[in-house]
């Protein structure tokens, strides 16, 4: 589901998610938005202090299962079938449509543009480096809201 009602079919399947997700059973401290046996429970966490859904937040898992969005597991395969024969058809698309006798051979061309590729790549994300940026965020004026306590929202 993308976020946005636009048709029928987009309504039906937001009433689904809302009577099953929206109901007093999901603050039962039993109840698992999975059920399903997984690596994983998805609940809501316990608390009420952000460091304890921050907590809560970094345990989940980096790749979520299909089958917490009602998929079947061949969702997974599926999408990463399509995604790596898109990345393959763009790679195809960049080389040369006419070839001449001079100039760079459609193997150079290409390569050239993977190394102009990789060199605007931005480096690694190191978490460390994005916490201690984020620390030294300043929240609203007249608030002492600093760092992680700090609303992403506002500028």
Not at 37 to 43: A, Q
Not at 53 to 67: A, K, M, N, R, W
Not at 97 to 115: L, N
Request: glycine share 6%; with cysteine; charged share 25%.
């Amino acid at each position: 589901y993308g976020g946005r009602i636009t048709d029928d079919l987009d309504r039906e399947l937001f009433i689904t998610y809302a009577a099953k997700w929206f109901c007093d059973d999901i603050f039962k401290p039993s109840f698992c938005f999975n059920n399903y046996p997984f690596d994983f429970d998805y609940k809501i966490p316990e608390g009420q202090e952000m460091p304890q859904f921050l907590t809560y937040i970094e345990t989940l898992p980096t790749v979520d299962s299909p089958l917490i969005f009602g998929l079947h597991t061949n969702a997974d395969l599926t999408y990463r079938q399509i995604d790596a024969s898109m990345m393959l058809s763009t790679l195809m698309d960049t080389q040369p449509k006419d070839s001449s006798g001079e100039g760079k051979s459609a193997d150079e061309i290409v390569r050239e543009k993977a190394v102009d590729l990789a060199d605007k790549t931005p480096p690694d994300f190191i978490e460390e480096i994005f916490r201690a940026q984020v620390q030294k965020l300043k929240g609203p004026p007249g608030t002492g809201d600093r760092g992680m306590a700090a609303p992403l929202n506002i500028f």
